[in-house]
């Protein structure tokens, strides 16, 4: 153990350091799902993108409150593990101890948020797009 170990008593694992890639991979699998039903076909349709396939993307509706619900689940865990939990020691040269591992975690996470409180709230917006 080097001496930041000794006094932290904390030595990241490779369960610690995935522990929050899953997190924010499980939130970006569940925005996706819950925007899958609306956004993505707002989305498509503005970039100039149709067909017949896009009005089969709404039969997911009745699925959103599911996925926005476990995807807000794995992004406020996620949130915890980045931003409020106590940071553990990387061994010097992994992938955790580069700053880019915690920028792409960020990233994905808030990403994940921004999905789901669209698709949340595609009600109120998406009429300024018609």
Not at 22 to 36: C, N, Q
Request: proline share 5%; charged share 10%; glycine share 12%.
């Amino acid at each position: 153990m080097g001496i930041a170990e000794k006094q932290t008593g904390q030595v990241n694992t490779s369960a610690d350091r995935s522990s929050k890639g899953w997190l924010a991979a499980g939130g970006l699998l569940g925005a996706g799902l819950a925007s899958a039903c609306c956004v993505g076909p707002l989305v498509l349709l503005t970039l100039g993108i149709s067909g017949a396939w896009i009005g089969n993307l709404t039969a997911l509706e009745p699925y959103k409150p599911v996925f926005a619900l476990i995807a807000l689940g794995f992004i406020g865990a996620g949130f915890w593990h980045v931003y409020f939990r106590k940071p553990v020691i990387c061994k010097p040269g992994s992938y955790c101890a580069r700053p880019s591992s915690s920028r792409i975690t960020k990233t994905a996470l808030w990403v994940s948020l921004v999905l789901v409180v669209a698709a949340l709230t595609i009600a109120w917006w998406a009429p300024f797009f018609y």
